[in-house]
């Protein structure tokens, strides 16, 4: 027998960081938050805005992770842009933070396998040896914790896109269903 779930999942907004503050094309709906991928240099990394992942008055257990990036000249298709996820039990930006993580959309030159090994794994968006193309990718993963940010790691040879228009971070909550 069937169980009834009295959750509309078409009720849940994606929660979007993009470049909001400056050129994104909003072509993406959901929930806003900061992150600037502009010009991301080969071996740093980027860490978006705290946010708050409760949802309609609870955490999914389940989030789908699309991430799109782009590069302005062809990287070495060896490489892999990287996606982790800084859980935090705090809604202050600042506050039980991963290391080097401030809840702020910031710039993380050249971190370390230690600082990364402290955060959550989520992805790797493969790239091609070609310029001015998306390179898009989408996960499933769970959040440990209520509040955190995303970082994007460019493990590439070259910077990513010097314009900010069309890169993004998205989680889409996902809502599971007993039968």
Not at 122 to 143: E, R, W
């Amino acid at each position: 027998m069937a169980n009834k779930i009295y959750f509309d999942p078409t009720s849940d907004t994606a929660v979007v960081w993009a470049d909001f503050a400056g050129d994104f094309d909003d072509s993406v709906a959901g929930t806003e938050k900061q992150i600037t991928l502009a010009g991301l240099g080969i071996g740093d990394s980027r860490e978006g805005v705290k946010a708050d992942m409760f949802v309609n008055s609870h955490l999914p257990q389940r989030w789908a992770v699309l991430v799109r990036v782009e590069h302005d000249v062809a990287p070495t298709a060896t490489g892999a842009v990287h996606i982790y996820w800084a859980a935090s039990p705090s809604a202050t930006a600042g506050t039980l933070n991963p290391y080097l993580i401030t809840g702020a959309d910031a710039e993380i030159a050249t971190p370390t396998a230690s600082f990364l090994g402290q955060l959550q794994f989520i992805g790797s968006v493969p790239v091609t040896n070609t310029a001015d193309v998306l390179h898009q990718k989408c996960f499933i993963t769970t959040l440990p914790l209520r509040y955190g940010s995303p970082l994007v790691f460019n493990d590439t040879d070259q910077a990513l896109e010097a314009a900010d228009n069309a890169m993004f971070v998205a989680f889409y909550p996902l809502v599971d269903e007993a039968q």
